[in-house]
């Protein structure tokens, strides 16, 4: 089922992200975290795709997996960077063949220096993957949003103008970078507003489980940790952490959801432990 589908028969959506393991002899714990998660009933799951189409054949593997097998509707991550248009095409047919109907379209980051790899000539941004996706309306597109300005853009307004020209290229629906101050979310809605952008967007939700993330996420993301958060967290043990991390995430979605979000998605990291402390004090999803 399509998630535009699915956005409106439902208030608030629910879903979970996860990434393929590198090693078959992993693919337990995936499996694992899937099993503990289910019970949430998830509106949808999403699978990532490597930088630089580094894990192609697994993420497809993946999606057509729990799509078909675990009858779970699956949203697969895709990125054009270095793909052309013939590669995506055969990609697009797979899917549409397994029953998938959803897709994220990312432009995705750069290799990692030593990675042999080659810029594509036909895609330079994600709206231009929207635009090859959408032309014959098989799929559902879901695109990212980047509630404190994506990590390249000059600023904010240049990069909403810039998630504009994916949404008119054929995005129904936006999933936000990780972000620990509600404000920005905010900000962000009223900003999209603004700028006439009214399709729903669902929060992407990371809770900060090991203080070493902290560093990691402001360099890879370029979020802004709150200086309360850190505070909190600094000369912890990693039990603590955790619970610290977890509960500043339970206060986050709580407010969400008061606010009428259109949905939390989290960045699971294939881990169950996080997701399902939060969502059980959560309680009762809201779904109407
Ligand atoms: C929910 C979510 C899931 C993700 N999943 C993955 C994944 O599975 N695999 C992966 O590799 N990466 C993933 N990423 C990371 C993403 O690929 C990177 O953030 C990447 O740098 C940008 O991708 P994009 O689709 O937002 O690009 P774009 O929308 O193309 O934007 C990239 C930059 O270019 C600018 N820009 C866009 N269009 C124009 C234009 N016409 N003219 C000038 N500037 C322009 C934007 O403002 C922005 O700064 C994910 C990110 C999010 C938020």
Redesign the pocket.
């Known amino acids: 089922m399509k998630i535009t589908e699915l956005i409106r028969k439902k208030k608030q959506l629910l879903s979970f ?1 996860f990434f393929p393991p590198k090693k078959v002899e992993n693919d337990h714990i995936l499996f694992e975290t899937i099993d503990d998660l289910k019970g949430f009933s998830p509106d949808f799951v999403s699978i ?4 630089g189409g580094s894990t192609k054949d697994k993420t497809i593997s993946w999606t057509v997996k729990l799509q078909k097998d675990y009858k779970i509707e699956t949203m697969m ?1 895709l ?1 054009c960077i270095t793909s052309e248009e013939n590669e995506i095409k055969l990609i697009l047919d797979e899917l549409y063949t397994n029953g998938v109907e959803n897709i ?6 750069y290799p990692k220096d030593g990675v042999d790899y080659k810029i594509s000539t036909e895609f ?4 231009d993957l929207v635009r090859a996706i959408n032309i014959d309306g098989r799929f559902c597109i879901g ?4 509630p404190e300005g ?4 000059s600023d904010i307004y ?2 909403i103008d ?2 504009k ?2 949404l008119d290229a054929g995005g129904s629906f936006i ?3 990780l972000f620990f101050d509600n404000r920005y979310f905010y900000n962000y809605l009223e900003l999209l507003h603004k700028k006439g952008i009214n399709v729903p967007v669902f929060a ?1 939700i990371m809770p900060i489980t090991s203080f070493s993330q902290v560093e990691r996420f402001k360099k890879m993301c370029g979020v802004d940790i709150p200086d309360n958060l850190i505070n909190l967290l600094s000369d912890k043990s990693e039990d603590d952490t955790f619970k610290i991390g977890v509960d500043y995430a339970i206060s986050q979605c709580e407010d969400l959801l008061k606010n009428n979000v259109s949905g939390l ?1 989290f960045y699971t990291l294939n881990r169950s432990d996080a997701t399902k402390i939060i969502l059980n004090s959560l309680g009762h999803f809201n779904c109407e």
Do not use: M, P
């Open positions: 992200e990532t795709y490597g930088a991550h990125t994220l379209a990312l432009r995705g980051d330079k941004f994600a709206s695109v990212a949003g980047y994506h990590i390249e853009a240049s990069d810039n998630l020209r994916k999933i936000t970078q992407g998605h």
